[in-house]
């Protein structure tokens, strides 16, 4: 039988989640004989060059190419997981939910404090970059999502847990100590 | 003591003096019963519902509700557990809760009963509701984007007149809790901390006091919540 395939992305979020997928130590060794990774900046594989089992998403939806990535991977893999606040709620960059678009873009490129070389007020205009969202998305809200391991971020025995659950098809133990919103 | 009575909680005997409600009761007897808008040593009012319990195929708030003599009542079947989950996670959703960002992590009660409760997402859609943070008082920071209204506070930060340094403002959707500018100019120090720890949630913190406990050292780092009663 092959190995499981996974893929992993970091939308809206730090890398933070995937510093603690790293962080699972000398268990990566294991883990890359488990499992065969594709699309991931893990392997730095660009696209899905197969079909993947387990796709791995940190951060939330800010922008388009945000959500035309989430939904790639929800096109590409079978089974979807959530990983750390951001996935989940949004996480910081959701701070400024509720806040309107126009109002963020001027603080940060024209009124904010710390802005002093834009003297022409420009705002980002170039036709690659990808459009700003309304507010921060939660994936869940964007895209079904099929598993969700909190934290921020997640605890790496959270995610080694999660992936030997889902590759074996034994139950997760959640310990109470991995189990955390921060 | 006087008048001791006899009840159940899920099948365990226990006793207690009548008329002592049924989440008192439930700690003198080693069970947990988890609240948030009650707390030891004020009026209860059963506002938060998260302390439910069933007796006699009614949903009861047990802070509310005192114990009777042979009473049986049922705390921790699957279903009341799944209606107080639900409750957290409405509580989540309707606020800014920002775990990560928040000074009270790891002390919070409504995270602690998230991780009691395995709320890996909440099953409603996020509000993100637009609220303010008031920094303007001398030594705390009240920030309503965290509140729950639980109205611990108003009920047990007064001053030696007995006038309460926080009130609800404003009605239905827009109610808040608000800090009176007046009495919170001659807050002392121990009150502040006081209204700090009394907030179940991170919406009343003190002045350059955040963070001061490293993670893994919180209060609920370790031990669930109620683990103190339980044992």
Redesign the interface.
Known sequence: MSKPVIATTSLAGCFGCHMSILDIDERILQLIELVEFNKSPVDDIKTFTKPVDIGIIEGGCCNSENVEVLRSFRKNCKILISLGECAIMGGLPALRNGIPVEECLHEAYIGGPTVQLNKEHILPNDDELPMLLDRVYPCHEVVKIDYFLPGCPPRADLIWDALVALITGDPMKLPYEVVKFD | MANLIKFKIDGRECMAEAGTYIVEAARQNGIFIPTLCNMKGLHPKGACRICTVRINGRLMTSCTTPVTDGIEIESESADITELRKSIIELLFVSG?H?????EK??NCEL?AL??LY?????RY??D???KDVDASSPKIIKDQNRCILCKRCIKSIKDENGRSFFAFHSRGNHLEVVLDEELAANMTDELAELAMNNCPVGSILVKEKGFATP?GKRKF????IGSEIEG
């Open positions: 800014n920002f775990c990560p960002s928040c992590s790891g995270q998230g991780y395995q709320m890996m997402v909440p859609p996020y993100f509701p637009l993670i780092d370790n031990q669930p």
